[in-house]
């Protein structure tokens, strides 16, 4: 049985002995150095580029701007091709830009046969603007006379309204008390270990290998061939190891770019290794929120209504666009699946680096509102918040108004059970009344999420596996299924293990994705990876054993019915005994003269279902108020997400996401300038993302329910675990010093703010406390 | 990549002040975690550099036999940690090299690199403020003792004249003996940042009342500072929790904090106030005191 069980990963060894290959580690030989030349303002137009001087630093080979690169403007978002008009990506960018939306655009390109050669060029190429006022506040980019950021396009990018559960003004009506919160989260980064980084060459003049660090191989493929207006099979992209992407990559971002240089410079490799600076201004980020909420409760704590009004920023180019505040608002049908419910969102084009995918797309602004509020209302009412929360949320059963379907596996009320048990909730509520005063207190926090395990029916979700016997008697698995860091080879080899009823070491996942050779998949994002491969692993597993007993019936002049593997041998279901092991029949089914052939499967398989995942955190804080700090004693992450395959990564993905949303929650911001657009702190000293010192001990916990739709009753996981804490930090807060603090991130200067508009700083190094 | 045009490694003080001397462009390095972030940006004035990195010359802790303690300007954060004098005698050293950065830059970061350097940030500069550390400086004409204090010409700018090294660093048996020092620095991150303000205290009680108080502080002014009013407002004062408040009240008028993109005035007042009370407090602490 290998599903459930904490082997151990297949790329464990090759990373930390470092022999595992990530893209930087691929070169060719005169590989030559790309570096982008980026506006120094956030909106105008380019008047003039003089590329003189640059082309005269010795080793430089090209440069190329805005008016070399193709005219036709195409879509990045790492979205699989949608066939109705709704579901379209915005096609806004170009390869090189005249029109600049953010300090940072790109204008020219400049190849050179190293870095430094490439950067002092870049450096030389001189650009002369007209400028305009930078759009950054949405009332100025919603105002009437707002200059378009995209000509032609509305900077509303896109927006949506749904209601279900009901008539909303009536169950506002209705309800005995409304409570109304404004909330605001910050734009942050990914941040992930490796940035982006791609080359490209021919290796004939037809076709173009590209090798990146990319979550989306196959959509990467597509959209390079739309860029480029070259038909898809003449791109093949290639994905080596990853050092993570969270998102950031679930977007073109260079692989139209390294094209394109490769294809003008006859085929010659041409790389973009972008610095970390470049990477958090210029690739993508999490779109900031405004959002508006309403809560409408009765006495007994039943929520009866509640109404959200969103503001998302997507920055200088949709990527993502709008489809981040759609996602964002949908989770809520399924946490609190009886209240009526209306979202409203907008989602608006301004002068400020992109956003993007960013884990858990849009859930995290959306569920901090939401849990704050219903925080707000809990205790309006004066009710315990888990109490309240108990009553109110989703368990199996429910319908999921928004989707109309069953919700078929929940064990949120477990979760919010035994997180309450951990933190001792109810012993510390009274411990902690005598923190409640002076200039350090405590406090405990609580709030809920649910998510989605992929994104049917907004886009397709197909994932392909083919499986191979080997003539030793092990397998090689194919699949699309991306692996980005997060541990998707290693359970496509459980499930394989699982169903086949093999040793997990004699299951081999091809590591590296090769578009001409690896099945389709559209790639790891969506937390969506191991739930809709495991129907095609399923499958392609299960058809595979039924070839390899079907020949063991042959060998034998058995019926295959009698016939079953157990451990890798093919055994009499009527004795348990052994007939063979599997090297013996793989052997046969390869060279005997007659029977058999290589024993293969191949499944391509759509996932027409959407299981909702459940969890919750419980935090533990102190403030110290005249430090403006605070400190997470403890904190626990709680999840459902149906069959846990492999408990320790499971538990990374836990951590990594709880350590994420703690980032959220407390330090980390793009802090831009709202006169000019620039961005102060794209660099690792001053985006405030946590260190290990800075985190508490990490606790998690899984309630297993078996989700029916999936291949081995597993949910989403990958991304939820960063969506819970802000909320619950930000409650914890409020316990702790009855203040609400809707803003994100509880930074010491928003503490600050915080503490002086209720008077317990004077601002001059005074206390009131 | 770095644009490196010249990189000599010197084998002595001496050779190094020669090489600077013959280069005027020439600038030192020692651990390189200032001098290659300056590179990396693209900064033109690094590009020809003489290495004084693991001089053994300038290397090594030690207490002298009139007990002044002699501290290596090429000591790295993690010697100093793991000094047994720097440990007993002025353990507000470790507090600060303990702050600075992660175990990666503390094994080569020098303390010479973290005053020369000149920010007001540095992590050790206030504890050497309220030390009264001297400085040697050694130079083609010989060697001279500057106090730390006078050292500091403004922000990136130190009082190094053409081809001086500054070679040790010397705090006298007065300045350490019998007293108690803190080091409490305040950033938004645990490790791996830059103090918005960083506070040091060193204090020396007899009978119930402070008889010597020095108090310094880092970013509360362009260069790092000593809190002259305050120190004088409190000496002698009985050591009840009145003094935390005499000390809060007068180091405002010593500060001179700016409002810059980091972090703005009004909050680094708010915490010089509360970091004066509390780093008193703690080396109170180390004394054996308690207000009372
Ligand atoms: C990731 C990171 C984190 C950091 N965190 C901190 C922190 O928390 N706190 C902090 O204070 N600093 C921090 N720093 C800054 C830096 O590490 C320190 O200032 C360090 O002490 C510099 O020492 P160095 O030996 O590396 O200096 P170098 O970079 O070699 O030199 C710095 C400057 O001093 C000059 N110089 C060096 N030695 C001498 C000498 N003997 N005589 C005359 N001039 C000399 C050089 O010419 C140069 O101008 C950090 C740096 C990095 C990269």
């Known amino acids: ?769 | 990549m770095f644009n490196i045009e010249t990189h000599i490694k010197a084998g002595s003080v001496q050779e190094a002040i020669s090489l600077l001397m013959e280069n005027p462009n020439a600038r030192l390095i020692a651990g390189g975690t200032d001098v290659l972030i300056k590179l990396r940006e693209g900064k033109p004035a690094f590009r020809h550099l003489v290495d004084i990195h693991g001089l053994a010359e300038l290397n090594g802790i030690e207490k002298l036999p009139d007990n002044t303690l002699v501290i290596g300007s090429g000591t790295t954060f993690t010697q100093a940690i793991e000094s047994d004098i720097i440990q007993t005698h002025i353990p507000i050293l470790t507090d600060a090299a303990g702050s600075v950065g992660g175990p990666q830059i503390r094994n080569v970061a020098t303390i010479g690199g973290n005053i020369c350097n000149g920010v007001t940030s540095a992590d050790s500069a206030s504890p050497l403020f309220s030390l009264n550390a001297l400085l040697s400086l050694q130079g083609p004409d010989g060697t001279r003792h500057l106090p730390i204090a006078d050292f500091y010409k403004g922000p990136g700018r130190v009082d190094l004249g053409p081809g001086e090294i500054l070679t040790a660093i010397r705090i006298r048996p007065e300045d350490y003996e019998q007293a108690f020092g803190y080091y409490y620095k305040y950033a938004m991150r645990n490790a791996m940042d830059i103090a918005t303000i960083g506070c040091a205290v060193c204090l020396k009680t007899s009978g119930g009342t402070l008889t010597d108080y020095r108090l310094a502080f880092g970013v509360a002014g362009p260069v790092p500072i000593r809190c002259r009013e305050a120190e004088k407002a409190v000496k002698g004062h009985p050591l009840t929790p009145a003094l935390l408040e005499k000390i809060a009240a007068t180091v405002v008028r010593d500060v001179n904090p700016r409002t810059s993109w980091r972090a703005s005035k009004e909050f680094r007042l708010n915490i010089i106030t509360e970091l004066s009370k509390r780093a008193t407090k703690k080396a109170l602490t180390r004394a054996g005191e308690e207000l009372s």
């Open chain 1, 1 to 769: 049985m290998a599903v459930g069980k904490s082997v151990k990963r297949i790329d464990a060894v090759a990373k930390v002995t470092g022999r595992a290959r990530y893209t930087e580690d691929f070169f060719e030989p005169d590989m030559l150095t790309a570096k982008y030349v980026r506006s120094t303002i956030a909106h105008g137009r380019v008047t003039a580029v003089n590329t003189d001087k640059a082309r005269q630093i010795e080793g430089v080979e090209a440069v190329f701007t805005y008016e070399d690169v193709p005219q036709t403007t195409f879509a990045t978002a790492g979205h699989p091709m949608a066939l109705s008009e709704v579901h379209k990506d915005v096609e806004d960018r170009l390869l090189l830009t005249r029109d600049v939306r953010f300090m940072g655009d790109e204008i020219a390109i400049v190849v050179a046969r190293n870095e430094l050669a490439a950067s002092e060029a870049a450096g030389l190429v001189e650009v002369e603007y007209e400028t305009y006022d930078p759009l950054i506040d949405p009332e100025d980019i919603l105002a009437q006379d707002a200059r378009p950021i995209h000509e032609g396009r509305s900077n509303i990018v896109g927006e949506h309204n749904y209601t279900f559960g009901g008539d909303v003004d009536q169950a506002f009506d209705q309800a005995d008390h409304v409570v109304e919160g404004r909330f605001a989260t910050a734009m942050v980064q990914h941040c992930q270990l490796e940035n982006h980084i791609a080359h490209a060459y021919m290796d004939d003049l037809d076709k173009i290998v590209i090798v990146s660090s990319t979550q989306i191989p196959h959509i990467a493929r597509r959209i390079v061939g739309e860029a480029l207006g070259m038909p898809l099979s003449r791109i093949r992209v290639i994905k080596p190891f990853l050092g993570g992407g969270f998102g950031n990559k679930q977007d073109v971002v260079l692989e139209p770019m390294v094209a394109f240089l490769t294809l003008k410079l006859n085929g010659r490799a041409v790389q973009i290794n972008m610095t970390r600076e470049e990477c958090m201004l210029c690739t993508r980020n999490r779109h900031p929120f405004y959002i508006d909420v309403k809560t409408g409760v009765m006495n007994d704590g039943t929520l009866v209504a509640r109404d959200m009004d969103a503001i998302s920023i997507t920055g200088a180019y949709a990527s993502h666009g709008h489809a981040i505040a759609a996602a964002g608002g949908s989770k809520q049908s399924s946490l609190y699946p009886k209240a009526a419910t209306r979202f409203h969102a907008r989602t608006l084009y301004a002068n400020i680096p992109v956003a993007g995918a960013m884990r858990a797309y849009g859930t995290p602004q959306v569920i901090y509102a939401l849990e704050c509020a219903t925080e707000d209302a809990a205790r309006k009412i004066g009710m315990d918040p888990v109490e309240f929360r108990l009553k109110n949320v989703a368990r199996q059963g429910d319908i999921n108004l928004l989707s109309n379907k069953e919700i078929l596996s929940c064990g949120l009320v477990e979760c919010l059970e035994r997180g309450r048990d951990f933190i001792d909730w109810n012993r510390k509520k009274k411990d902690y009344e005598q923190f409640k005063t002076g200039p350090i207190r405590k406090g405990l926090g609580v709030a809920c999420l649910s998510y989605a395990s992929g994104t049917y029916p907004v886009c397709v979700e197909i994932a392909g596996s083919r499986i191979a016997l080997n003539q030793d008697g092990t397998v090689h698995v194919l699949v699309g299924a991306t692996e980005i860091g997060q541990g998707s080879d290693t359970v496509v080899a459980q499930m394989v293990a699982q169903t086949l009823s093999f040793p997990y070491e004699d299951v081999l996942v091809v590591q590296a994705q090769d578009t001409d050779v690896t099945p389709f998949d559209t790639g790891a994002y969506a937390s969506r990876q191991a739930y809709v491969v495991s129907n095609a692993v399923f499958k392609a597993a299960n058809q595979l054993r039924d070839r390899i007993l079907a020949h063991a019936g042959i060998m034998t002049d058995e019926d295959p019915k009698h016939l079953d593997i157990v451990n890798a041998r093919i055994v009499d279901n009527r004795t348990s005994e052994a007939v063979m092991d599997m090297k013996t029949l793989a052997i046969d089914s390869f060279y005997h003269k007659e029977r058999g052939g290589q024993l293969t499967a191949e499944i391509s398989y759509k996932t027409t279902t959407n299981a909702p995942v459940f969890g919750c955190t419980f935090v533990d804080v102190t403030v110290d108020i005249p430090l403006c700090k605070i400190t997470v004693n403890q904190i626990i992450n709680v999840h459902d997400s149906g069959v846990i395959i492999n408990p320790v990564q499971a538990a990374g993905q836990v951590h990594g996401g709880a350590f994420m949303g703690l980032g959220a929650a407390l330090s980390e911001e793009f802090l831009i300038d709202p006169e000019s657009g620039y961005v102060y702190n794209n660099n690792l000293l001053d985006y405030k993302f946590p260190t290990f010192t800075d985190v508490p001990p990490l606790n998690h916990d899984f309630v297993e329910t078996f989700e029916p739709t999936s291949g081995y009753g597993n949910k989403a996981l990958g991304e939820p675990p960063v969506v819970s804490p802000p909320p619950a930090i930000r409650n914890a807060v409020l316990d702790a010093t009855g203040i609400c603090i809707n803003t994100l991130p509880m930074s010491p200067h928003t503490l600050f703010s915080a503490f002086k508009s209720h008077g317990f700083l004077d601002g001059k190094g005074g206390q009131h406390v």
